[in-house]
């Protein structure tokens, strides 16, 4: 349960910056959504990477096992975010309520997948 508190407030902040971003390069940029989505994502997922890393695992060492392995979930997540978030501009008329829906999706992916494979605590 811990974890998923630490996981949750790591996720907010990472969603917050991910939110500021996409309205930012939607209003004021004038970028199409979808673009707009998927850059905002990959800055979340920068931040959310070093979170999840020190505070809510407390990784130490070398970040090359996790940060690929993140790398990796943080992709399909992309992936799933793109599908996800495509689908529902269409049926839903505000670009921001959709991209909410897509994240909630998309943390519990991230979430079950973070925890039992990219920082899953080895055993000997």
């Known amino acids: 349960m811990k974890t998923l508190i630490k996981y949750i407030i790591s ?5 917050s910056t991910r939110l500021v ?3 930012v390069m939607v209003e004021i940029m004038h970028m199409p959504e979808i673009v707009a989505s ?3 994502f990959c800055v979340s997922v920068s931040i959310n990477y070093l979170l999840q ?3 809510v695992y407390k990784c130490e060492g070398k970040h090359s096992k996790h940060a ?3 790398i990796m979930v943080a992709l399909t997540g992309l992936l799933i975010n793109y599908i ?3 689908y529902l501009l269409t049926v839903i008329d505000f670009y921001l309520l959709a991209q909410l829906i897509t994240i ?3 943390f519990a992916f991230n979430f079950i997948v973070n925890t039992t494979f990219t920082f899953r605590k080895e055993t000997v």
């Open 11 to 15: 996720g907010s902040i990472a969603v």
């Open 21 to 23: 971003f996409l309205a």
């Open 38 to 40: 998927n850059l905002s």
């Open 53 to 55: 890393h020190r505070f």
């Open 68 to 70: 690929s392995r993140f």
């Open 84 to 86: 996800v978030f495509s």
């Open 104 to 106: 909630i999706l998309v």
